[in-house]
């Protein structure tokens, strides 16, 4: 037991040692800081928040959707263009009801958060 620890112990460091001298980034650490500029910008924070409180219920919490009859809206930003995607939520389309109130800033960060959320 301690042979095989102490060989996870030496490989860990080995990998550790030579992602730093050759600039790679183990699989295991965490993202160097500004490696990767993952932290949501304001507008799709409210996006994001709009998404939940008006659209999660029937295209779920990650957008899948329940094809074919609730589409999924992940990658909508390549299907559609913004104009559709703001005809879309104001005038309804098939299942799906018109959210002709939804005002100017809740409209425009949905759909930043809708085309930009991976």
Not at 77 to 98: D, E, W
Request: glycine share 10%.
């Amino acid at each position: 037991m301690l042979k095989t620890l102490g060989t996870i112990a030496a490989v860990a460091a080995l990998t550790g040692t030579l992602a730093y001298w050759t600039g790679q980034q183990p699989v295991y650490a965490a993202p160097r800081a500004g490696a990767d500029d993952s932290t949501p910008d304001a507008q799709s924070v409210a996006g994001a928040k709009v998404y939940h409180t008006k659209c999660s219920v029937c295209h779920g919490e990650n957008r899948q959707g329940h094809p074919p009859k609730i589409p999924s809206l992940v990658g909508i930003g390549s299907r559609l263009t913004n104009q559709q995607i703001t005809a879309t939520i104001h005038n309804g389309k098939g299942g799906m009801p018109a959210f002709a109130k939804l005002d100017d800033p809740d409209l425009s960060a949905l759909i930043h958060y809708l085309t930009t959320t991976k």
